[in-house]
């Protein structure tokens, strides 16, 4: 199964950019969707984004659209979420999870295998 491991967060002022990666453990392109995830303290986890397994489609949740990016490197398995404008309200765990198959699936149900997580914390 594959295996992902997040890095990138931290600690930020409203206002900066941050990029998160995604490593995967084998190759996604081609194989598995990938979704970028994000829960604050005491709030349901929700989807930031997501990109299909041949890196060329892609969906924002609305309050990141216009600030945020993602893409797939499939040379080096990796998926990167890219987010300017930071604001303290995108505070949150974020966790990005794979799920075979073509679709990208708002629902965190629909994804198989998470990596850990890692913090970003978006001071005012």
């Known amino acids: 199964q594959v295996q992902l491991v997040e890095s990138g967060g931290g600690l930020v002022q409203a206002g900066d950019s941050l990029r998160l990666s995604c490593v995967a453990s084998?190759?996604?392109?081609?194989?598995?969707?990938m979704g970028w995830f994000r829960q604050a303290p005491g709030q349901e986890r929700e989807l930031v984004g997501g990109i299909n397994r041949s890196g060329g489609g892609t969906v924002y949740t609305d309050s990141v659209k216009g600030r945020t990016s993602i893409r797939m490197d499939k040379t080096k398995n990796t998926v990167y979420l890219q987010m300017d404008a930071l604001k303290p309200e995108d505070t949150g765990t974020y966790s990005c999870a794979a799920r075979l198959g073509g679709l990208i699936i708002r629902a965190d149900s629909g994804y198989r295998y998470w990596g850990q997580g890692t913090q970003v914390t978006v001071s005012s």
């Open positions: 084998e190759r996604i392109y081609n194989v598995y969707s």
